[in-house]
Structure formats: C-alpha cells, structure tokens
C-alpha cells in the first residue's frame, strides 16, 4: 500500500514563499518518478515537477527557476519549495508516485498514486 501525506499548504502574498511535503517510504521514493501535480479552479490538471530515485529532475516551464523539488530520503519525505510565488500559481497541490511513465514527462497519470491534496492560495 503506498502512502502519501501531504502537508505545507497555505495562503500568502504574490511574491511570497512556501514549502510543501510528502511523508512516505524508504520502497516508494526508491521505486517510483515523484512529483507534484497541480489543479486550478476551472482548469486542468497540470504536471509540476518530478523527480527518479537517482536525483534527475523535471520542471514545468511556468515554475522553471521558482520551485524546486528534492526528496530526504532519510526522512522519507519529497519536498517541494516554491518561491516568488505568483497569484496563477493558485490550486490543489497533488502528491504524486507513478510507473507508468506520465509523471516522467509531467503528465498527469491516470494511475499511480494521489496524496490528498494542499491548497495554496497566492493573493495579488
């Protein structure tokens, strides 16, 4: 059973900063392409960043150069650092562990596993 905890959300100012976290195991941050995905009100969901077991990473263009994904594999947990946060960066924030290769290329997978979801709500 893969377990996906989600925690970090929250509501700041345009230009603020925020991290989110994933608390899960030692086998799924081994086995799996992590990432997070995101949905806006009204829009589709939208692939944010992903990371393989080895550290190689993948940003959408829209968060290239503000966020930054990682994972504490001593901890157990993924991690990401949003930063220069921007009102269109407003949605639920997924934690995501997939195979099936989706979430390699950013795309939402129809499998794999969800987290439940964090809010962050960036304000102008």
């Known amino acids: 059973q893969v377990q996906l905890e989600e925690s970090g959300g929250g509501a700041v100012q345009a230009g603020g900063s925020l991290r989110l976290s994933c608390a899960t195991s030692a086998h799924v941050l081994r086995t799996y392409t992590m990432g997070w995905v995101r949905q806006a009100p009204g829009k589709e969901r939208e692939g944010v960043a992903n990371i393989e077991s080895d550290g190689t990473t993948k940003y959408a263009d829209s968060v290239k150069g503000r966020f930054t994904i990682s994972q504490d594999k001593a901890k157990n947990i993924l991690y990401l650092q949003m930063n220069s946060l921007k009102p269109e960066d407003t949605a639920i924030y997924y934690c995501?562990?997939?195979?099936?290769?989706?979430?390699?290329?950013?795309?939402?997978?129809?499998?794999?596993?969800w987290g439940q979801g964090t809010q962050v709500t960036v304000s102008s």
């Open positions: 995501v562990a997939d195979r099936s290769g989706w979430l390699r290329r950013l795309l939402p997978p129809d499998s794999g596993y």
